[in-house]
């Protein structure tokens, strides 16, 4: 049984057929997503989903890409149309019962936009509602390895329960992060040739740390690479972890289910 524990099903890649691919996702041993907001129409279109199908759960928060929307006045809003987010709008989402975390958030320095300045300011405030409510937490960090640890040390450190999603960093960021006790997301790019660094990373975490992660429509493993991604490509990723840990592919798809509702809080089924 496979826990997707990072994907965004609200995505328009999938309008023409969501719900045939929702429907596909049991056949394929897919039993439950968390399906991850990133701003604030994508977060309310988690929500929905988590309300519209039973095997759903919703991540609440703002992608450091669109930090942005916290900066918007109402009056901005009316005039162009643009969502706004704020700190109330994101503890209101939280309030859900089907709101397992806050995320994604973090830093994303690839590109220029929003300013650095910007991303920081509302990553450490999302970081501190994710404390008070006692919320596990989801990090996007890319290109930003330092200032992200540094702000999350400012935070509280081993205080939080987190994934590091998709993570991009090497064995020595792996360890930072193992050693306060977080967990690290893997997915698609681990079955790519050139993702040398993060076969090593994989190899160095322990198993009880692992969370198995399409982030789709992104990130498709090979032999799909470049298409859409889907949770029903999972098992070509177990595949690859457990050659790479030279365990069976049922010891990573057994370990990884745990942790998922560890990780989230959630009861696991009984058999
Ligand atoms: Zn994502």
């Not at 987010?85 to 590109?111: F, N």
């Not at 745990?258 to 009861?267: I, T």
């Amino acid at each position: 049984m496979i826990f997707d524990t990072h994907a965004h099903y609200d995505d328009e890649a999938f309008q023409a057929d969501r719900a045939e691919v929702l429907n596909e996702l049991s056949a394929s041993g897919i039993r439950r997503v968390v399906n991850v907001g990133a701003n604030r129409e994508s977060t309310e279109n988690s929500l929905k989903l988590a309300e519209e199908y039973d095997f759903f759960y919703a991540a609440a928060g703002v992608h450091p890409s669109d930090t942005a929307e916290f900066e918007r006045s109402p009056e901005e809003t009316i005039r162009e149309g643009e969502p706004a987010a704020s700190l109330d709008w994101l503890r209101r989402c939280l309030r859900h019962p089907k709101a397992v975390a806050v995320g994604e958030i973090g830093l994303d320095y690839h590109w220029n936009e929003p300013d650095r300045e910007i991303q920081k300011k509302w990553f450490s405030a999302q970081l501190t509602l994710a404390k008070a409510l006692q919320k596990p937490v989801i990090i996007h960090s890319r290109d930003a390895a330092k200032d992200t640890l540094d702000l999350i040390r400012e935070a509280g450190g081993p205080d939080f329960s987190m994934v590091i999603h998709c993570f991009s960093y090497g064995v020595e960021m792996a360890r930072e992060y193992l050693n306060m006790g977080y967990y690290l997301g893997i997915g698609g790019v681990v079955t790519f040739a050139n993702a040398k660094k993060l076969k090593e990373v994989v190899s160095y975490m322990p198993l009880d740390r692992l969370l198995l992660e399409t982030d789709c429509p992104y990130l498709a493993p090979v032999p799909h690479r470049g298409k859409r991604n889907w949770s029903g490509y999972l098992p070509g990723v177990i595949q690859a972890i457990a050659g790479l840990k030279q365990v069976s592919p049922e010891t990573v798809e057994q370990a990884a289910w745990e942790n998922a509702f560890r990780f989230y809080r959630l009861p696991q089924p009984r058999e």
